[in-house]
T-cell receptor
Framework: DAKTTQPTSMDCAEGRAANLPCNHS???????VYWYRQIHSQGPQYIIH???NNETNEMASLIITEDRKSSTLILPHATLRDTAVYYC??????????????FGGGTRLMVKP | DAGVIQSPRHEVTEMGQEVTLRCKPI?????LFWYRQTMMRGLELLIY????????DSGMPEDRFSAKMPNASFSTLKIQPSEPRDSAVYFC????????????FGSGTQLSVL
């Protein structure tokens, strides 16, 4: 699986959009980009994933560059409850392979009032 | 569904004692994973099961660690004997088989070995 690089920490004002970048320059054509987050004292929580098209769900939007070497997770209106560590993960999806994910260091997002 | 259920939530034990962590995955999920999280090493995959069968245990740190899944609704992670360096948060996660499935994590067990 491709390696990812994320900033260690970021701040965001409450109510504003939080844009979390992830670099995955060695990504291969069949690898997906996943985003998870971990709120303090809880287990990681799935947010969104994509292959090459931009994706949006009730939690966030995922923007993947055309060359797929980087992506941005967007929380459109950050709240204090979005304060968490955000993990960007790249992996291949196979029906017959394990679904395990390797979590790197992530970005610690602090949403401030 | 209640989600992935782990017990106990907190465990404090003395070095040398046996520790057993428990996990109930989401009903219908084919995969079960055990992770360990520490400040130094982050979140590490220890072992995972598919349909109750251990598939990859390469992340299990030592022979002191063992995991079982006797049926589709229950798994245990055992440490015997426990050591202070085993202190960590242990997470269980489950998922369905498929190309776009995601992991659902439990709330974790905070283990402190004194």
């Amino acid at each position: 699986d491709a390696k990812t690089t994320q900033p260690t920490s970021m701040d965001c004002a409450e109510g504003r959009a939080a844009n979390l970048p992830c670099n995955h320059s060695t990504i291969s054509g069949n690898e997906y980009v996943y985003w998870y987050r971990q709120i303090h004292s809880q287990g990681p929580q799935y947010i969104i994933h994509g292959l090459k098209n931009n994706e949006t769900n009730e939690m966030a939007s995922l923007i993947i560059t055309e060359d797929r070497k980087s992506s941005t997770l967007i929380l459109p209106h950050a709240t204090l409850r979005d304060t968490a560590v955000y993990y960007c993960i790249v992996r291949v999806d196979f029906d017959n392979a394990g679904n395990m994910l390797t979590f790197g260091g992530g970005t610690r997002l602090m949403v401030k009032p | 569904d209640a989600g992935v259920i782990q017990s106990p939530r907190h465990e404090v034990t003395e070095m040398g004692q046996e520790v057993t962590l428990r996990c109930k995955p989401i009903s219908g999920h084919d995969y079960l994973f055990w992770y360990r999280q520490t400040m130094m090493r982050g979140l590490e995959l220890l072992i995972y099961f598919n349909n109750n069968v251990p598939i990859d245990d390469s992340g299990m740190p030592e022979d002191r660690f063992s995991a079982k899944m006797p049926n589709a609704s229950f798994s245990t992670l055992k440490i015997q004997p426990s050591e202070p360096r085993d202190s960590a948060v242990y997470f269980c996660a489950s998922s369905r088989q498929g190309a776009f499935e995601k992991l659902f994590f439990g709330s974790g067990t905070q283990l402190s070995v004194l």
